[in-house]
């Protein structure tokens, strides 16, 4: 992966947690190609080790560990890992994250046919209370916990949080009420921390991307023929720069987040997006 310019981590331990997935992991590796020992962790222990492996081959130092972030223990062990094997965290990345189709809506909008119910509907009033808890717990508990664990590595060292919010923060997308609603308040949360940590020494920001091309979204973007789907058609339209960003697209903002030229920077959520937040729609 070419980066678009290089910072020095050398000495840096940095955590990411969803590792294994398409963006972070490219974060891992950006992170690694400027020095930073990276600690890839990830729900699914084979696809942290598997990006660890990647970053190891290309001359990084990094190490894979499953961790499930809505856990306490299970953060906790990894921390113990993370510091007996690399040392204190300096850099947390709160990447774990998604959505569950059992918090999806079938329509944009409630009509009033819909009152009746229909088979292979799911309105508002059919959405599973169970899905919406474990979106708000992947995504903000995740965050919260994961910061809890690691922060507390980073009091007095010039820390730096970078939590990943989304679009759905500054508007809520149609049909993914508890997604939306989530990454808003991960982004309030980013805020938050940041006004916490400020006498201490850490940052806390956050990334908001747009719309990605990534494999594990393919399906929902694009048709067997791999033209885009209906949905992806209004988000071409409501994106100013007409196309879906590249995973790499990201790094740019991590790493200048990263780096001493952002030190008065805390506080903030960066959307990377193509215009679409900037973009009303006439």
């Not at 981590?9 to 590796?29: H, N």
């Not at 949360?189 to 956050?206: D, E, P």
């Not at 719309?211 to 994106?239: V, W, Y």
Request: some cysteine.
């Amino acid at each position: 992966m070419k980066l678009p310019f290089r910072i020095d981590l050398k000495d840096k331990v940095a955590v990411v947690t969803g590792g294994g997935g398409v963006l972070c992991s490219c974060f891992a590796k950006a992170l690694a190609q400027c020095g930073a020992k990276v600690a890839v962790i990830n729900r699914t222990e084979a696809k942290a080790k598997l990006v660890a492996e990647e970053i190891i081959n290309e001359g990084g130092t990094a190490i894979g560990i499953s961790g499930d972030v809505t856990v306490p223990e299970s953060i906790k062990a990894a921390h113990a890992v993370v510091n007996e094997k690399l040392g204190p965290c300096d850099i947390l990345i709160n990447g774990a994250g998604g959505n569950d189709p059992k918090g999806t809506t079938t329509k944009e909008y409630f009509f009033m046919e819909d009152a009746a119910g229909k088979d292979n509907l799911v309105t508002f009033f059919d959405l599973d209370p169970k899905a919406i808890e474990s979106i708000f717990g992947l995504n903000f508990l995740g965050t919260f916990i994961s910061t809890q664990v690691f922060a507390r590595d980073m009091i007095g060292r010039k820390g730096i949080i970078i939590n990943i919010s989304s679009m759905n923060s500054f508007n809520p997308l149609t049909k993914i009420p508890a997604y939306s609603g989530v990454k808003a308040a991960v982004s309030n949360f980013t805020k938050w921390l940041a006004v916490h940590f400020s006498k201490v020494g850490i940052r806390v920001n956050a990334i908001a991307p747009g719309f990605f091309a990534a494999e594990q979204n393919r399906s929902l973007l694009f048709n067997e023929d791999g033209t885009p789907t209906e949905r992806t058609k209004k988000i071409l339209n409501m994106t100013p720069m007409g196309r879906l960003g590249q995973p790499e697209e990201l790094i740019g903002t991590l790493l200048w987040l990263c780096s001493e030229g952002s030190e008065f920077v805390t506080g903030i959520v960066v959307p990377v997006d193509g215009g679409f937040s900037a973009y009303s729609g006439v």
